[in-house]
């Protein structure tokens, strides 16, 4: 073997590794406007909020928890949401990855959030449960150029308001399929909501964050979508998701 295809096999290698663990935080984002010190109780709050998150959120891949204080702006809200076609053991793992990360990225802010590939984390100390979250997110997109750009466009909001629709009507706000295109493309999109929305809510942070989505007619979205703190999408021109 040659040093340079070494190198390739190495490289591969690490990839590998990396996505396995899925140890790459895609975006975190901290409330800056109040702080916290180690003395407070918020400290010692958010703690027990975690472990209760990382212990109780994976059989079903969505937790909420309350850590209550007589001081009500010492209160920490937290929650915990996993990709709907994670394992509990995946899951765990990936949340227990998050909540050190975000407390490390957002050392004494009284609220912040963090998002994976296979899961999001949200603390904060304000109560935030079942509010379409619109403040936080970010939009993920490779752009490229395709034969024909109009039927693309067309077939991708065909399949996310198809998954969409799936999504907000079962109980696990979850939906994932593929579509095919033109031979041999297949499109494949993954849709979810944070379960703490109703259903209703679900269907509207869907449809604003399709919505949303740039549509680009030169170059297209061959991959992405929008990650937001109540709802995300995303489709690929390749499976990323299991299909069970
Ligand atoms: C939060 O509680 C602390 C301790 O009682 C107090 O000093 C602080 O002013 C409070 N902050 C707000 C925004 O109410
Ligand atoms: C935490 O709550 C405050 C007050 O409602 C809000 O401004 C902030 O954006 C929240 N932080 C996150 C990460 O959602």
Known sequence: ??????????????????????????????????????????????????TTLIAYTPPTGFGLSITPDPNQNQTAFGLALCRGDTSASECKACLSEATKELLSFCPHHKGGIIWYDYCMFKYNNTAFFGKIDNKNGFIRSTLKSVSDPETFN?????????????????????????????????LYGLIQCSRDLSSIDCKECLQEAINRFPVHVSRVVVGGGIVGGSCNFRYELYPFFNIN
């Not at 140890?23 to 409330?31: G, K, N």
């Not at 629709?165 to 031979?183: D, T």
């Open 1 to 50: 073997m040659s040093s340079s295809t070494i190198l390739l096999v190495l490289l591969t290698l690490a990839l590998i590794l990396r996505t396995s663990f899925g140890a790459e935080p895609l975006q975190h984002f901290c409330s800056n406007s109040e702080t916290f010190t180690a003395q407070y109780p918020y400290a010692s709050n958010l703690k027990t909020l975690i």
């Open 154 to 186: 067309r077939k991708t909001k065909q399949l996310l308001s198809m998954l969409a629709q799936r999504a907000y009507g079962n109980s696990k706000f979850y939906a994932s399929g593929k579509l095919e295109l033109q031979k041999p493309e297949t």
